[in-house]
Every structure is written in C-alpha cells, then in structure tokens.
C-alpha cells in the first residue's frame, strides 16, 4: 500500500510542476504587444520556447523554420535567455531573442 502512495504522490506532484510550468510560461507573454504594429503577442497557446537549431538570423530578420520571418525591429529580448515566436491565426505576431545573443 505504501508504494502506491508514493507513486500517487510522485505522479501528482509531476502533473503540478507541469501545471505551473504552463502557467508561468504563458504568464510572461501575457499583455505584451509588438513595438511596431501594436498587437498583442499571444492568445493562448500561440507563443511557444523555440530551440536554436529552429532559427535563421539575417541581417534584418530571424526567420522560423525557414518559413516565419519577424523583423529584427519588432524583436524583444526574452527574459529566461531563449527564443520564443507567437503564430497566431497563421501570422507571425512576436518574437523574443536571448537577450545575451
């Protein structure tokens, strides 16, 4: 019975970890707008962490999968030190750089 508890109690505590994980990545993009155009950045789950090996950087822009461009102008440095892109609706609205790159 008592390894039953500890693996209910192991299972819960992951799902809770996760729970809040979720909650505070979600919380940083919350009321953030593009500089430029003024548009909110996220509208649920439209901003995600994105790995380096994902992003191109040009001299104007950081392109996304080869396929998401966001100007370098409209950019904002990521307080965790990632990159993070917001699609919404199937338009690149935000994206946050490492602010050390």
Not at 30 to 43: L, M
Not at 46 to 71: L, Q
Request: charged content about 20%; hydrophobic content about 40%; some cysteine.
């Amino acid at each position: 019975m008592k390894m039953v508890n500890i693996i209910f109690a192991i299972v819960f505590l992951a799902a809770l970890f996760w729970l809040i994980n979720e909650a505070f990545s979600h919380e940083f993009y919350s009321g953030i707008r593009n500089p430029v155009t003024g548009e909110g950045c996220c509208g649920g789950e439209h901003c995600k962490p994105v790995d380096v090996s994902r992003v191109e950087e040009t001299g104007t822009e950081f392109i996304v999968d080869r396929k998401w461009h966001f100007p370098k102008d409209q950019a904002m440095p990521a307080p965790d030190g990632q990159y993070h892109a917001c699609i919404w609706g199937g338009k690149p609205k935000c994206f946050f750089f490492p602010s050390n790159v």
